[in-house]
């Protein structure tokens, strides 16, 4: 694989993982304090929703791990091995997990806010966290029967070169 790309995705990944850190531990609590003033009937809410809103960005740093332990195989030419399937498997599973914890909190947040109700806006991100999630995971399981395709061809092709140098 080329390393100019590898290299310029594993700089996109490094910023990827620095602003989900950067939402953990800045945005997300400013974001709770915001809506603490506007909504002082959910005060009691910031804390929960916030811990468990920081905690559903830990699978997306798992899935940049992931892909990051991917692209060194993919550099080495090692990619289309057993070896892979593991972090393939840890994608899937964290995709599972995020959309686990986005209809979680939702569910949740709807039960604690029956007289007022979630706002729309938080409604319709926690919605698209879980859809996307879901299709994150849906798709990584594609590419997962390519990789199992590709890596029976990969042991083929092995066993028929060594086949030709023995009739040579």
């Given at each position: 694989?080329?390393?100019?790309?590898?290299?310029?995705?594993?700089?996109?990944?490094?910023?990827?993982?620095?602003?989900?850190?950067?939402?953990?531990?800045?945005?997300?609590?400013?974001?709770?304090?915001?809506?603490?003033?506007?909504?002082?009937?959910?005060?009691?809410?910031?804390?929960?929703?916030?811990?468990?809103?920081?905690?559903?960005?830990?699978?997306?740093?798992?899935?940049?791990?992931?892909?990051?332990?991917?692209?060194?195989?993919a550099r080495r030419d090692a990619v289309f091995s057993?070896?892979?399937?593991r972090w393939v498997d840890a994608m899937i599973w964290?995709?599972?997990?995020?959309?686990?914890?986005?209809?979680?909190?939702?569910?949740?947040?709807?039960?604690?806010?029956?007289?007022?109700?979630?706002?729309?806006?938080?409604?319709?991100?926690?919605?698209?966290?879980?859809?996307?999630?879901?299709?994150?995971?849906?798709?990584?399981?594609?590419?997962?029967?390519?990789l199992v395709k590709a890596v029976a061809w990969k042991?083929?092709?092995?066993?028929?070169?060594?086949?030709?140098?023995?009739?040579?």
């Open positions: 694989m080329n390393p100019v790309t590898t290299g310029l995705l594993r700089v996109v990944i490094v910023l990827l993982v620095l602003g989900t850190l950067l939402t953990q531990l800045v945005v997300l609590p400013d974001m709770a304090w915001t809506l603490q003033a506007s909504y002082p009937v959910a005060a009691a809410l910031r804390v929960p929703t916030l811990v468990v809103s920081a905690i559903g960005l830990v699978p997306l740093q798992v899935v940049l791990v992931c892909v990051w332990r991917l692209v060194g195989m057993p070896s892979a399937f964290s995709a599972v997990v995020a959309a686990a914890v986005a209809v979680g909190l939702l569910v949740w947040l709807l039960a604690q806010t029956r007289d007022t109700g979630v706002p729309p806006g938080i409604f319709l991100t926690l919605v698209g966290c879980a859809v996307l999630a879901v299709g994150v995971a849906l798709l990584v399981v594609v590419l997962r029967g390519l042991g083929e092709a092995t066993a028929l070169r060594a086949e030709l140098a023995e009739v040579i």
